[in-house]
């Protein structure tokens, strides 16, 4: 067996919203008649904990096709290893391809990479299933949990996520550690684990240094320990006597409680603590040490939000094990692992433990008595194997009021204070207790999973401080899909959005636009650009097309939409690529739009095609429709319910509720739509209209936009750009498949003119049948042509396209052979056509190089203006 190419959906997709990984199983190595399914699938399930089922929405059992049951069983182990390692997801899909030895294969990950290694050992365990060989399945499952441990998101950051998750806030990981976005552009915020964007750089300098953080605390009254910095072992011991045993010693800029050694009460331990804590840092405090227990509060926005009563690392005795024994049985907890990637830290014996034992009178190897407690260190620090308590309800008001006031004058909008007290619900005053130091960028592990006692909410409490009640750190984002229209759409939505004040970011087969700036070229409509456009801060909405590649690729670039418009659903464009190659198959892709739409949004879905209006039913929010017939059937339908419709009527733009009623614009007054003439371009005024009203957009402003929108080459290149020359018009357009080709000929039918010409060619892509229908066309449309093959073929032979589209145009009833006109390059092309060129003529220019099209007959009209001049003197 072997699998194909996998590529990591990672966002809404074909198969599901969340985030898979597609690939394909071959089993054409595989001798399915010798092998035993039956015995295969039940250790398979043996291992799987009898689990059968793909997925919660899929029904169990087991399919008949040998090969696709291998298929199936290998989703679910996949499925099965993730889970056991940690990472528990639940979605699995098979399906049948072209080839009978070949499936499909889509398998839920939470980590990319591990969902990956899941995958390739779960092929690894199924062939050794197949031939009867062990596997080391627990071994295996190990490797993807230190993998998964060794990626996620810690508790800390994953906190945060899941809390701005469960606001509907959506987030994206920027980097391979702990930076996160939460929101879109300029609605965002950013967190690197307990940091956020509103934390101050100058408040985490002080309270780095900790002997200034003591200082400006006793400043104002809150207690703190008395202590100096010390320069050596000599000089740290020369402090601890005159501080008075029992001493701390730490680091001064240290944090996570690296490098701290407490209730130290001789030379030797302080000497060794300051070894110890020289490591972690060049300068270093003894302090008094403070007798009680030590407490972790954690304060957010300037209120107490949590507090834990935190435990040294220790093991009990049980009259038989060494300390070493005890420890790593300690170590096996599934709770306790590295890199803050578990509720607890392992234990360590490193020279500091050593010293700890010491001083009970004991070492790694001695064997303490039945219930015996020996500490593996002083300090109290989950990251060194600490344990924690939650007692947040037994907190004093005095003493939380002084851990604010110590935050406040550090200036933290998230801290961990560090207090050692007897008894945290009595003021510190009473007791002796004392501030210890003030943390930036607290660990939360302590309050999310305690040792004992309640996990506090402190990830919604974070998220509270940057996104107030309400706000779900959304922008406006509307997603144009479809056929044809879409470019057009898109530019004329964000021009909408733009006459409304706000900062637009657009995604396109253009570039990557913030209002009229590009600051990105080539086609831009696939999810890397509308990540691009969302992670922007200065967007105050974003206008995304949204291109069947892009989604077959990766899926979308963002989780949900507020409106999602799908113009139409033609056949003959980009069929037989990527596994589709029906036209049903195509609008699936382009539903995962739709399926999008948040539950308050809209899908605007075009009444007069009805693959758009099937996609309906699979809409999560509501539903708005247009046509440009009123006595559209699904129009009336949907309006007797109280539906919203856009249609045309009187030449006027219209919009309905219900009984309600009101024009939006007069299509005399729309440029794009010349006048009302030209079909294709008032659906596509319809549709962003329409979308404009389900944001709340006034008609007023609507009908400003559409009448301001210019369709000039620099504002839509290559969307039927018209223009003027000496009596003739060209139209400059993008148009590349047999939808666009009829709908330009019936505008042209509305145009006068004397002669058509058009230079054009068709994309190597395409399939045979397409390239032959759309030269069908231009031969029934069309008086002269200049055809040409560009220099890219994508994947044809040379004169290859030329010949498929001599067979259509030889089908044609109206272009004569002789008025075809053959060369090579679109350049060489497109000015033959215009040399050809007379008034009265329409000549269509498809434009496959847009930029360089468009610059090109800018530059030649002039010359060949100033020929005719030249030549009639």
């Known amino acids: 067996m072997e699998l194909g190419k996998t590529k990591a959906l990672r966002g809404p997709n074909i198969w599901s919203q969340k985030t898979v990984l597609e690939t394909v199983l071959d089993v054409s190595d595989v001798d399915l008649a010798a092998i035993n399914l039956e015995i295969i699938q039940e250790r398979a399930v043996e291992f799987l904990n009898g689990s059968t089922a793909l997925s919660d929405e899929e029904e169990s059992g087991w399919t008949f096709n040998p090969g696709l049951a291998l298929t199936e069983l290998l989703v679910r182990i996949a499925i099965e290893l993730q889970t056991q390692a940690g990472s528990n997801v639940t979605i699995g899909r098979v399906a049948e391809t072209k080839s009978p030895d070949q499936f499909q294969v889509v398998v839920q990950y939470r980590e990319e990479p591990v969902g990956r290694l899941a995958l390739q050992v779960a092929i690894e365990f199924l062939s050794a299933l197949i031939h009867d060989l062990p596997f080391d399945v627990t071994s295996k499952i190990g490797e993807i949990r230190s993998l998964d441990q060794q990626i996620r998101l810690g508790p800390s950051t994953g906190a945060i996520v899941r809390a701005a998750w469960a606001r509907g806030i959506p987030a994206r990981r920027l980097n391979d550690r702990s930076l996160v976005q939460l929101g879109y552009g300029s609605k965002q915020h950013r967190i690197l684990a307990a940091e956020t964007d509103k934390t101050s750089a100058v408040a985490e300098s002080i309270v780095q240094d900790k002997e200034l953080t003591k200082n400006l605390l006793a400043a104002i009254g809150v207690p703190v320990p008395n202590g100096r910095p010390v320069t050596s072992a000599e000089d740290a011991w020369e402090a601890a006597q005159e501080i008075g045993m029992p001493v701390v010693i730490k680091p001064q800029d240290g944090n996570q409680g690296r490098g701290v050694a407490v209730n130290l009460t001789s030379r030797e331990h302080v000497m060794a603590a300051f070894k110890?804590?020289?490591?972690?840092?060049?300068?270093?405090?003894?302090?008094?040490?403070?007798?009680?227990?030590?407490?972790?509060?954690?304060?957010?926005?300037?209120?107490?939000?949590?507090?834990?009563?935190?435990?040294?690392?220790?093991?009990?005795?049980?009259?038989?094990?060494?300390?070493?024994?005890?420890?790593?049985?300690?170590?096996?907890?599934?709770?306790?692992?590295?890199?803050?990637?578990?509720?607890?830290?392992?234990?360590?014996?490193?020279?500091?433990?050593?010293?700890?034992?010491?001083?009970?009178?004991?070492?790694?190897?001695?064997?303490?008595?039945?219930?015996?407690?020996?500490?593996?260190?002083?300090?109290?620090?989950?990251?060194?194997?600490?344990?924690?308590?939650?007692?947040?309800?037994?907190?004093?008001?005095?003493?939380?009021?002084?851990?604010?006031?110590?935050?406040?004058?550090?200036?933290?909008?998230?801290?961990?204070?560090?207090?050692?007290?007897?008894?945290?619900?009595?003021?510190?005053?009473?007791?002796?207790?004392?501030?210890?130091?003030?943390?930036?960028?607290?660990?939360?592990?302590?309050?999310?999973?305690?040792?004992?006692?309640?996990?506090?909410?402190?990830?919604?409490?974070?998220?509270?401080?940057?996104?107030?009640?309400?706000?779900?750190?959304?922008?406006?984002?509307?997603?144009?899909?479809?056929?044809?229209?879409?470019?057009?759409?898109?530019?004329?939505?964000?021009?909408?959005?733009?006459?409304?004040?706000k900062r637009v970011g657009m995604t396109c087969t253009d570039g990557v636009y913030i209002d009229d700036r590009r600051v990105d070229t080539g086609d831009c409509s696939g999810p890397k650009s509308a990540r691009t456009v969302l992670a922007n801060p200065v967007v105050e909405a974003a206008v995304l097309e949204t291109a069947r590649g892009g989604i077959l690729r990766e899926g979308l670039g963002f989780d949900q939409c507020n409106v999602a418009i799908l113009t139409n659903i033609a056949?003959?464009?980009?069929?037989?690529?990527?596994?589709?190659?029906?036209?049903?198959?195509?609008?699936?892709?382009?539903?995962?739009?739709?399926?999008?739409?948040?539950?308050?949004?809209?899908?605007?879905?075009?009444?007069?095609?009805?693959?758009?209006?099937?996609?309906?039913?699979?809409?999560?929010?509501?539903?708005?429709?247009?046509?440009?017939?009123?006595?559209?059937?699904?129009l009336a339908a949907h309006r007797a319910k109280g539906g919203k419709i856009v249609y045309v009527q009187n030449n006027c733009i219209m919009a309905s509720e219900g009984s309600w009623e009101a024009r939006i614009a007069l299509l005399d007054s729309v440029p794009l739509t010349f006048g009302g003439l030209i079909g294709f371009q008032v659906e596509n005024a319809m549709a962003a209209a329409a979308a404009a009203w389900t944001l709340g957009v006034p008609f007023e402003m609507i009908r400003h936009a559409l009448e301001s929108f210019v369709n000039d080459p620099q504002k839509v290149p290559a969307r039927f750009n018209v223009v003027q020359f000496r009596g003739s018009t060209i139209v400059i357009d993008y148009g590349h498949n047999s939808a666009a080709l009829v709908a330009l000929c019936e505008a042209f039918d509305k145009m006068p003119h004397e002669r058509r010409l058009i230079v054009y060619t068709a994309a190597g892509d395409r399939r045979d049948e397409d390239i032959v229908r759309q030269a069908e066309l231009i031969g029934n449309a069309f008086d002269e042509m200049v055809l040409y093959e560009d220099q890219c073929r994508r994947g044809r032979a040379d004169g290859e396209v030329i010949s498929l589209m001599r067979q259509g145009l030889a089908m044609g009833k109206r272009l004569r052979s002789e008025r075809i006109h053959e060369t090579r390059g679109e350049m060489v092309a497109i000015e033959m056509t215009l040399r050809r060129m007379h008034p009265g003529d329409l000549v269509l220019i498809q434009a496959d190089q847009v930029e360089e099209a468009i610059t090109f007959v800018q530059q030649l009209l002039p010359k060949l203006a100033a020929e005719h001049m030249a030549a009639t003197r």
């Open 571 to 634: 056949d003959g464009d980009h069929l037989g690529l990527n596994g589709i190659d029906t036209v049903e198959q195509l609008a699936r892709v382009k539903r995962v739009c739709v399926e999008a739409v948040a539950p308050s949004g809209y899908a605007v879905l075009n009444a007069d095609d009805p693959l758009t209006v099937a996609m309906a039913e699979y809409c999560p929010g509501k539903v708005l429709y247009f046509s440009q017939s009123i006595d559209n059937p699904v």
């Open 276 to 501: 110890a804590a020289s490591v972690e840092g060049s300068e270093i405090l003894c302090e008094k040490f403070a007798p009680g227990s030590d407490y972790r509060l954690l304060v957010i926005g300037y209120k107490l939000v949590a507090a834990s009563r935190r435990e040294p690392p220790q093991v009990m005795g049980d009259g038989r094990h060494s300390i070493e024994q005890l420890v790593t049985e300690a170590n096996k907890d599934p709770r306790r692992g590295e890199d803050h990637a578990t509720s607890l830290s392992k234990l360590r014996l490193d020279e500091i433990a050593c010293g700890v034992l010491a001083e009970q009178g004991l070492t790694v190897e001695s064997i303490p008595a039945a219930g015996q407690i020996v500490l593996i260190r002083r300090n109290a620090n989950l990251s060194t194997g600490g344990s924690a308590t939650d007692v947040t309800d037994l907190v004093h008001p005095e003493v939380a009021a002084r851990v604010v006031e110590g935050v406040r004058m550090v200036g933290l909008d998230i801290a961990g204070v560090d207090v050692v007290c007897l008894d945290i619900s009595r003021p510190l005053e009473q007791q002796g207790g004392v501030i210890v130091e003030i943390n930036a960028a607290p660990g939360l592990r302590m309050h999310l999973e305690p040792s004992y006692g309640k996990g506090r909410p402190v990830g919604e409490a974070i998220v509270g401080t940057m996104f107030e009640e309400g706000n779900d750190g959304r922008i406006p984002l509307i997603a144009v899909s479809g056929t044809n229209g879409k470019t057009t759409t898109t530019r004329l939505m964000a021009h909408i959005l733009r006459s409304l004040g």
